[in-house]
């Protein structure tokens, strides 16, 4: 009885450090979180403008705008370029298992792959996909100039014509309860069809140059915001799903500390019990 009185305890102190534990990566999350949720908010104003200029170029655009990189692109090409991008650390509850979801759906294994996160590498290596190059994720917001290496690798494949398109797979940041997993569409470049082309606008030199030097920005900035999404569900999958386990660490030592008060009392009990038989040996 002493001995299982003393694994009971044992688990309850090892409860109550888990509940600890939990609690202090959770508030790390939810210090990190506010910061990303900021800064994608406040891209998207951005976001939108240099959205809007490249849309309506290419709503009154000729063919001649076609020549454009991140335009025209051969079709015919079946390999495609993924970039997945995950976290380097696991904690996070569901949202690895969706970004590995959409790997199986989305990406075949004669497609090439870069990860963005150990994860992803880990999960893509062990799966015999083409991984073509890894970066890490990081734990701190990542900069803009991360992503500068991370694009070379595509611009080097379209430049030599081994890639049809680049597709991106990560987990897009809603609020801090719903983070998506999604697969979305990086190059080419194609005309928004709900696009409502307002005002009248004056492009100097020409449409054609404004929009050749504006694409290497367009589509940076659309890849940067991808990373931020997902850095921003990263941080709040790890907050909820710390902040779960806190829950339950604490259910668990609570429910431990009554088992044992409960084996306690009657140890005590059987003891007077002993006492008033005068069975003390």
């Known amino acids: 009885m002493a001995e299982n009185l003393q694994q009971v305890k044992k688990r309850i102190k090892s409860s109550q450090s ?4 939990t609690k202090a990566m959770e508030m790390i999350a939810a210090s990190k979180i506010k910061k990303a949720q900021a800064s994608v908010e406040n891209n998207k104003a951005y976001a939108e403008r240099i959205s809007f200029i490249v849309q309506k170029i290419l709503a009154e655009s000729t063919d001649l705008l076609y020549n454009l990189p991140f ?35 989305s990406v075949s294994k004669d497609d090439y792959i ?24 990081g734990s701190s917001f990542p900069k803009y100039d991360v992503i500068y290496p991370m694009l070379k690798i595509m611009k080097d494949l379209l430049d030599k014509k081994e890639i049809s398109a ?7 940041f809603k609020n801090r309860i719903v983070q998506q997993a999604i ?30 030097s504006l694409l290497p920005y367009y ?6 915001d991808m990373l931020m999404n997902a850095y921003a569900s990263e941080q709040a999958a790890r907050m909820s799903a710390m902040s779960n386990a806190n829950e339950n660490a604490k259910e668990i030592a609570t429910s431990l500390t009554i088992i044992y008060n409960k084996s306690r009392q009657e140890k005590i009990t059987n003891e007077i019990l002993d006492l008033a038989n005068g069975q003390i040996h």
Not at 76 to 92: A, H, P
Not at 166 to 172: E, G, Q, R, S
């Open 18 to 21: 888990i509940a600890q534990i």
């Open 166 to 172: 680049v597709n991106v797979i990560y987990t897009n």
């Open 219 to 224: 589509v940076g900035n659309i890849f940067y």
């Open 71 to 105: 335009l025209n692109i051969d079709k015919n090409i079946k390999r495609k370029l993924f970039y997945v991008i995950s976290t380097d650390k696991g904690l996070c509850g569901g949202l690895l298992a969706n970004i590995y979801k959409q790997i199986f759906v």
């Open 114 to 137: 870069v990860t963005i996160g150990k994860k992803a590498q880990t999960f893509c290596i062990k799966n015999g996909y083409n991984v073509k190059a890894s970066f890490l994720m």
């Open 183 to 212: 697969t979305k569409s990086l190059v080419p470049i194609e005309k928004d069809k709900n696009f409502v082309n307002k005002g009248d606008h004056i492009f100097e030199p020409s449409a054609n140059e404004v929009l050749k």
